[in-house]
């Protein structure tokens, strides 16, 4: 692990103090201990993490969400993780566009091909579409990516250009003056560039999923709490 900056070492701190578990039950990974805390393995299909290679190229999802609240969850890889954020009115390819997204806890790599149901009464409860997908990179080219994602990230100022199958383009990731207090507020913003698609709805637009084609009704109908690993 790289030496960290005073902010950056506060943000990860719930995640690496949480572990209360026996080692033999905690997570294989340290980042992924409040994921773990919240799930009961032996009641949802979501994955355990600690199995997936780190990617050669940084990838990233958007699961769209049907819990308690309709959100999707954008991902990003780093450090071994996905860094996470629930985004409730979803991405906009629109730059006027500013996107509530509060951080959540980092999800495994292996969450990246969850597409399914997570059981009523488990935390998160609800239908999973893998709604995109791709890779992605630091926005700036001042610092090698995983070092400029770290500092943008301990800023609370990340910027980064996606590479999905629906989402692309540059965007930014800016925390709100509410979440330097401790809330985990962030606001998505797409950037004017080439593929910036003023007064577009993108999550209108895409209703089924990206791995599958189905949409949320198939998935929640279908039943299945398969998350298929085998996909690239
Ligand atoms: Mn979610």
Redesign the pocket.
């Known amino acids: 692990m790289p030496p960290k900056k005073k902010a950056a070492a506060k943000a990860v701190k719930p995640a690496t103090r949480a572990a209360k578990k026996p080692a033999s039950e905690s997570s294989p990974v340290p980042q992924l201990s409040e994921y773990h805390r919240k799930r009961d393995f032996s009641k949802t299909a979501e994955p355990k993490g600690g199995a997936a290679p780190v990617n050669q190229q940084l990838v990233f999802v958007v699961?769209k969400?049907a819990?308690t609240r309709l959100?999707y969850?954008l991902r990003l890889e780093l450090d071994g993780v996905m860094k996470s954020w629930?985004v409730p009115k979803g991405p906009s390819m629109n730059p006027a566009d500013k996107r509530l997204a509060m951080e959540?806890e980092d999800h495994p790599i292996e969450y990246n091909t969850f597409e399914g149901t997570i059981p009523k009464g488990q935390y998160?409860g609800g239908t999973v579409m893998l709604w995109d997908r791709g890779i992605y990179t630091y926005g700036n080219t001042d610092l090698e990516p995983a070092a400029g994602l770290r500092k943008g990230l301990a800023k609370g100022d990340l910027k980064f250009v996606l590479l999905g199958e629906r989402l692309k383009g540059s965007f930014v990731l800016v925390r709100t003056k509410r979440g330097d207090r401790g809330k985990n507020e962030w606001l998505l913003i797409k950037h004017k560039d080439d593929y910036a698609e003023p007064g577009s709805d993108v999550a209108a637009k895409f209703l089924t999923s990206v791995d599958s084609g189905r949409t949320m009704e198939q998935i929640a109908k279908d039943g299945d709490r398969v998350w298929n690993s085998n996909r690239a």
């Open positions: 699961q969400h819990a959100h969850d629930a959540v998160g």
